[in-house]
């Protein structure tokens, strides 16, 4: 089964409004890390923002902030005031466990593209 | 701040031939992680290292080998290259005891393309 799923290959957002991009996991671990990773057309991956399974807030970071729904499995990144920089591949990742080298399981990611 | 070294940037290969990816992690990360990303793909988990040791193996093929070395960089090397292993490699670090918070931090990648 897929541990990441992102159901939105692409969406398209107007300049200046907000969007939010889709993500739902599967895990039995109790313990577990959410990521959000941006990744422009130049390839880098650029890491967003992080959520805990454990947290009791929702994660913020300037424009970005994590919609996390523990009872539905979902961490939906929502981008805020959006910009024309914004445009880029991001891509959903988790990490199951406490250890310090667990490996992250990524979605297939979401293409947005920012309409000026 | 300095951020995850990979080099080359890019690189082009014969099919038959072999490829050796360095990735210099960020000061203080003794953790270094490879990953593979195909053509329109998500990035799938090759192997980890920590404290130069291996310490998870996802779908490298037996081709490929990897070591971290005393300075904690870490080199994958890929033999008898075949078309399907273009994709862009990437390397990424994590520092230690951070528990579920562990931010791997991505390097700029280095994008293989086998002729």
């Known amino acids: 089964a897929q541990k990441i799923t992102q159901t939105q290959p692409g969406m398209f957002v107007q300049e200046k409004e907000a969007v939010t991009l889709d993500c739902t996991y599967d895990?039995?671990?109790?313990?577990?890390?959410l990521f959000w990773y941006k990744q422009p057309s130049s390839g880098e991956m650029i890491f967003l923002i992080y959520?805990?399974?454990?947290?009791?807030q929702n994660a913020t970071e300037g424009r970005y902030s994590l919609n996390f729904q523990k009872a539905r499995k979902s961490a939906n990144l929502v981008i805020s005031a959006s910009q024309l920089g914004d445009s880029a591949m991001y891509f959903c990742?988790?990490?199951?466990?406490?250890?310090?080298?667990?490996?992250?399981?990524f979605g297939s990611g979401t293409k947005l593209n920012v309409k000026p | 701040a300095a951020g995850v070294i990979q080099s080359p940037r890019h690189l082009i290969k014969e099919k038959r031939e072999t490829a050796t990816l360095k990735c210099y992690p960020i000061?203080?990360?003794?953790?270094v992680y490879w990953y593979q990303q195909g053509p329109g793909q998500d990035p799938q988990f090759l192997i980890s290292?920590?404290?130069?040791?291996?310490?998870d193996k996802g779908s490298i093929p037996d081709r490929f080998s990897a070591q971290q070395f005393s300075d904690y960089h870490s080199e994958l090397n890929m033999s008898s290259l075949e078309l399907g292993d273009s994709a862009l490699y990437f390397c990424?670090?994590?520092?230690?005891?951070?528990?579920?918070?562990?931010?791997?931090?991505f390097g700029a990648g280095t994008r293989l393309s086998v002729l």
């Open positions: 290292f920590y404290e130069k040791m291996q310490s």
């Open positions: 895990t039995s671990d109790p313990s577990y890390g």
């Open positions: 990742a988790m990490r199951e466990g406490l250890g310090n080298f667990n490996k992250f399981y």
């Open positions: 990424a670090s994590s520092l230690p005891g951070q528990g579920a918070k562990n931010i791997q931090y």
């Open positions: 000061p203080r990360h003794d953790t």
């Open positions: 959520q805990g399974s454990y947290d009791q």
